[in-house]
């Protein structure tokens, strides 16, 4: 998945500014529909009436891959909104699957470790996809097009060897199959919904603001986002040991008062017009603190019971995008005007999730989801 997600994230900037001519409203519109797939991850249970969580995701795979592959021949503002939905199910269908399958299958003992190693392959992935376009952008004159193909086929290529080749596992317990919210599951659905706002933006501005205002190139921006991984493969599994150590609430805090700090700073960026050096600075803080996340992932496996998980991960893959879905969108047009406020935005939404780690308790567990519960006769 990295291969073709790091790759279309990496080259997205520069070849919609570059090729299609994007703005900010464009660019805002074409990661909310990017973002619909995900509000529509409940669909994943539909599916799993037909198909294992293990062939879901491999075909999830094969649909980023080839949306990937056709990006770079579809540069109008309709051709790549269709290129990016079908990748887009791809994406937020693997994922959905991806967190199922990890909270079913790894002891919930060594979960932060385990998932950290995986963000940390992910992340060493997408080094070898992205030293491959920064070495090799200029020096061989890689158009987006040539690019994109082969990270699109090299995903589908490894897809269809996982298929033929890798073990079929069978789920501990069998998992439900009903749409259900359950008012137990309330601090972990307000979490995702603040996450997934927050994210949103960061993926969209921050990256973008790195193009527009401070003119990267496609080998310059894609070497920042190599850095950032490099330090991933390295400090995403300490992330994890952070975690089994600290706990779930304390590790949430650290990672959103960090956020907050980190997007006040974007936005000072354009109050007082700060240079390129800080914004790179902020850029890669930003991707450390997210590692943090993965004590979300974890508060949740403690506190699930084994056969909800994987309709809950798609409940809250939903929820997740809820504000994603309109957020691209409404930011777009306030970044013409006032960008520095979008930014602002986000630190808000950061301080919201802080507030509402706190309720989290020190020992999560079945009955024990929040810091009220289990405290009523």
Known sequence: MPISFAIWTALLNNFVIQISNFSGVEIGWLQTIREIPGFLAVGVLILLIFLREQNLAILSLFALGLATAATGFFPSFSGLLVTTLIGSFGFHYFETVNQSLQLQW????????????LISAGSAASLVAYSIVVFGWERFNFSFS???VCAGFT????????FIFFPKFNSPVKQKGKLKIKRKYLL???????????????????????????GLHVHELTALF??????NIIFAPIMGRVVQIFGERISLCIEYAGL?????????????????????FLFIVDHLFFALSIAM????????DPSDIAPQAAVAFTINHIAAVFLPAFLGYLWIIYPSLVFQVASALAVM????????PSKPAPGKENIFAGTRA
């Not at 995903?155 to 996982?162: N, P, Q, S």
């Not at 999730?353 to 989290?360: E, Q």
């Open 106 to 117: 790894i002891p919930k003992e060594k979960a932060p470790w385990v998932i950290g190693l």
């Open 146 to 148: 040539y690019v994109y």
């Open 155 to 162: 995903t589908v290529l490894i897809a269809l060897i996982c």
């Open 188 to 214: 972990y659905y307000l979490l995702q919904f603040f996450a997934g706002a927050r994210r949103q933006i960061f993926i969209v501005f921050a990256t973008f603001m790195m193009v527009e205002k401070f």
């Open 226 to 231: 190599l850095i950032n991984f490099c330090l």
């Open 260 to 280: 907050t700090l980190v997007f006040l700073a974007y936005a000072g960026i354009y109050y007082w017009d700060w240079g390129v050096q800080i914004a790179i």
């Open 297 to 304: 992932k974890t508060y949740f496996q403690k506190i699930a």
């Open 353 to 360: 999730s802080f507030i509402t780690s706190i309720f989290i």
